[in-house]
């Protein structure tokens, strides 16, 4: 048994390392709109695409060390900025919010991994916790209402972020199956493969 843990971890971390360079290349890319403070990023193109192949615990561990490096200055936020003041500014509650939707999504992921349908709404769950988050703070920080918050920081970016989500999910899907396959994650992460060797 614990040489089945020490297994799975190494591998384990060098996925988490993988995808969390993939979020580090995809996060500070970003299309300015001029009705909102808030850029259209890939960066939920890549969290959508690591919660569909890692689930929780894993696509967790990588959104968090994609956030500490980018506290730490290292350029992988939006726009290619980094540092603690990101989070003091308008899109700092996404940030913080990428953490709870992780945990959420990744849920639903390893709980329903067959079930497309429930996990694509585990997601929807995910993203809407994450856009509270921003649009909470981006009321604040621009002193402005819920409703008018809600309408600068997430309307416009629904149809993107659905389209974002269908591409990351269709292709992780397939990643996620060949990893479980491998057997780089355990397959009782995946109810699809459980009875499959880990």
């Known amino acids: 048994m614990n040489h089945k843990i020490k297994k799975f971890t ?7 390392g993988l995808m969390t360079a993939v979020f580090c290349i995809l996060g500070p890319i970003a299309f300015h709109i001029p009705i909102s403070p808030v850029p259209i990023s890939l960066g939920m193109l890549a969290i959508y695409f ?3 192949v890692l689930g929780m615990k894993l696509g967790t561990l990588s ?3 994609y956030i500490l490096l980018g506290l730490a200055g290292v350029p992988v936020f939006t726009d290619f900025t980094g540092g603690p003041g990101k989070l003091f500014g308008p899109t700092g509650g996404y940030i913080i919010g990428y953490v709870f939707m992780a945990l959420v999504c990744g849920f639903f992921v390893d709980r ?16 809407a916790i994450c856009y509270l988050f921003g649009t909470l703070w981006l009321a604040h920080q621009a002193s402005l209402t819920f409703p008018q918050a809600l309408m600068a920081g997430v309307i416009p970016y629904i149809p993107p972020d659905l389209i974002k989500l269908l591409l990351a999910m269709t292709i992780g899907i397939q990643v996620r199956k060949r990893l479980v396959k491998a057997g780089l994650i355990p397959s009782s992460a995946s109810p699809c493969q459980r009875s499959e060797p880990a």
Do not use: E, R
């Open 63 to 65: 959104v968090v060390v």
């Open 10 to 16: 190494v591998k384990q971390l060098a996925l988490v």
């Open 112 to 127: 329903w991994g067959s079930k497309i349908w429930i996990s694509f709404l585990g997601m929807l769950l995910g993203t």
């Open 50 to 52: 690591i919660l569909t």
